[in-house]
Structure formats: C-alpha cells, structure tokens
C-alpha cells in the first residue's frame, strides 16, 4: 500500500514538472510572437516615415515653386545669391510613369526639374537644369519605368516652327542605325514650349539609349533647325 502511494506521488510530481515546462514554452513561444509582431509595427512605421519625409513633394500644389526655390538654394551653396522666387509655368507628368517634370523660370533663366513618384503618390526632386537662353527646340530623353520619352523644350515665340520631327537611332559599330519611324509632332506659338512623346523605336534598335535626331519645320516644309 505504502509503494502504491510512493508511486501515485512520484507520478503526480511528474505531471507537475510536465505541466509547468509546458507552460513556460507556452509563455516564451507567446512573448517572441509578440516581439516578432512590436518589430513588424516598428519597421513598418519606420518605412513609412521614411517614405513620407523623401517622397513629399506634391507636384499639383501651390508649394511647388517653393519646393524648386529650395532645391536651387541648396544646390547652389551658401555663398550664392539666394534665389527669392520661382515662377512654374507647367507640370507634366510623362503618361501614368514614374516622372514628372516642372518646367519654371527665376532669374532670367529657363528650366525643368525632374521628379521622382515615391510610393505614397508624392514626389522626390531629383535635380533641375537650367539655361539663360533657349533654342527654337531642345530634345531631352527621360528614362522611366514605362520607358523613354522624349521632351522637347524651345522658343517658338514669333511662331517660326510648324512641327518637330523626330526619329531614334542608336550606334552600330561607329554608324548610326536609325528607326523606320519618323514622329511628327505640332509645335505651339510661344515663347517658351514643352512637349513629350514617348518615341516608338524598331526591334532591331536593341542597343536604343535615348539619342534623338531632329528637325524644326516651317509651314512649307522647309527645314529651318538646326541651321543646314
């Protein structure tokens, strides 16, 4: 009787250390789920603010000339002339890609700054170019995630040009390998223009970087640039 009741003991004494690892896995398992869930919460709001604060240009606010002013103060240092105002004259954002670009004037001087889309649908400055004067036509290539575009930034102020065309070529060995396509594209009377087309190239232009050959036409048809 005596050995029966040692027994049930010892197996009562089993069932509590049992019991009690259980447990403590049970309550260490629970706290690294919730420290894996606090660090998810963590990161994630890092992330956010991150986003928030590199991605926070709204190009469709009032702001934006504020925003290119700074942008210019700071690229041109503090021993510069600070710039006191910037007048945006378009916003264009290059179909539903990543890229927009504000076309302004300070100064005398005429630009484009280029944009950036974030995740949160607000944009990052990504640097401006800037000239004292501009030719009747100027051809940039955009690279996006949609592809490359072409904008075209000119003076058309006495309405000298009709159309712009343009067609893609690349460089096969030392000679130029040019598109089957050619773009025509209307030009508007003023004194300063900015249009973009996202020029079509052939399949056989595998090695296309962007390059852009162009010509400005009168309403007769004659070539009037660049100067022949």
Same mark, same amino acid.
């Given at each position: ?12 004494? /089993?069932?509590?250390?049992?019991? %009690?690892?259980? +447990?403590?896995?049970?309550? +260490? ?18 992330? &956010?603010?991150?986003q928030n604060q590199k991605f926070s240009v709204n190009i469709y606010s009032s702001n934006l000339s504020k925003e290119i002013k ?13 710039? /006191?105002?910037? !007048?945006?004259?378009?916003? @264009? ?10 076309? %302004? /004037? ?17 944009? !990052? ?13 100027? @051809? ?11 904008? #075209? +930034? ?9 159309? #712009? ?12 390998? &040019? ?7 209307? @030009? ?6 900015? #249009? ?13 970087m962007g390059d852009i050959e162009f010509v400005c036409k009168n309403k007769q048809g004659k070539v009037i640039f660049p100067v !022949?």
């Open positions: 009787m005596e050995k029966t009741n040692k027994y049930l003991d010892e197996e009562k004494s /089993k069932r509590k250390v049992v019991f %009690s690892y259980s +447990m403590e896995d049970y309550i +260490m398992k629970n706290i690294r789920i919730i420290w894996l869930f606090v660090t998810v919460i963590l990161v994630w709001f890092v992330l &956010y603010f991150y700074q942008n210019i103060n700071y690229s041109h240092g503090p021993r510069n002339p600070l710039v /006191k105002e910037v !007048q945006v004259l378009k916003v @264009v954002t290059l179909d539903d890609s990543n890229i927009a670009l504000a076309f %302004s /004037k300070y100064d005398g001087l005429y630009g484009r700054t280029r944009l950036v889309k974030g995740p949160n649908g607000k944009y !990052q400055i990504k640097g401006s170019l800037w000239r004292g004067r501009i030719d009747l036509a100027e @051809v940039e290539t955009f690279k996006t995630n949609k592809g490359r575009y072409q904008v #075209i +930034m000119g003076n058309n102020e006495n309405g000298d040009i009709d159309t #712009i065309e343009l067609r893609a070529y690349t460089f096969n060995s030392s000679n130029r390998e &040019y598109s089957n396509y050619t773009t025509t594209l209307g @030009v508007p009377k003023q004194d300063a223009y900015f #249009i973009y087309k996202k020029i079509p190239t052939d399949n056989h232009l595998k090695n296309f !022949q």
